[in-house]
């Protein structure tokens, strides 16, 4: 997405509070232009705080989870609440800033947090027609099934006030409406066929 983002002339950062940044497993951080958009975590609170953060303030965010500095909410992990309490500093910020009127807040986890889930993943369109590759051991399948659901709250003055939605959506639907939003084309087949949560 952050190739496309560049591409299209929509800015965009990637914060991090400690060293966990997943960008240089992917090609695209070898381009200076992407990997200069990788800032701590710190540059963000200074822009929020700024009277002018609605100009400053990058169109899309994407924030790292910071595991490494103790702030890792799994379960058993050294403190749930400190990683809720930096949850609620990041939002906080945002909603005190001059930013808040025209942002939407996407929160959200890689996983249920082992708990079990009686709801079965629903199907999906297949990103593309490349089947996965396997190693011996694996689980057969293929990528046309959601995955087990994970929670996902958005934040935003834009919101219905006490809303839960019950259309069926997974993480691409994130990817869909950053693409309606600024009118961007899908990266797969999937994302393009996701609901857009507008």
Known sequence: IFEVL????????????DNSVFLPQFAA???PTISGKVRNLDEYF??????????????VVFIERG???????????????KGAAQVQKIIDALMRSSAWQSSVFIFTFDESGGIYDHVRPFSVVPPD???PIL????????????????????????????????????LTSILKLIQ????????TRRDGAAPDMT
């Open 46 to 59: 200074d822009i929020l705080s700024r009277p002018t953060a609605d100009q400053d303030l990058a169109e």
């Open 180 to 187: 309606t939003r600024f009118g961007l084309p899908p990266l």
């Open 135 to 170: 190693r011996s051991g694996d689980f057969p399948g293929n990528f046309s099934l959601s995955g087990f659901r994970i929670p996902l709250v958005v934040i935003s003055a834009w919101v219905k006030k006490n809303y839960v939605s019950h259309t069926p959506m997974e």
């Open 6 to 17: 560049e591409e299209h002339g929509v800015s965009w950062k990637y914060y991090y509070m």
């Open 67 to 81: 595991s490494v500095i103790g702030l890792d909410e799994h379960p058993g992990g050294p403190s749930i609440q």
């Open 129 to 131: 027609d490349i089947a």
């Open 29 to 31: 951080w070898q381009n």
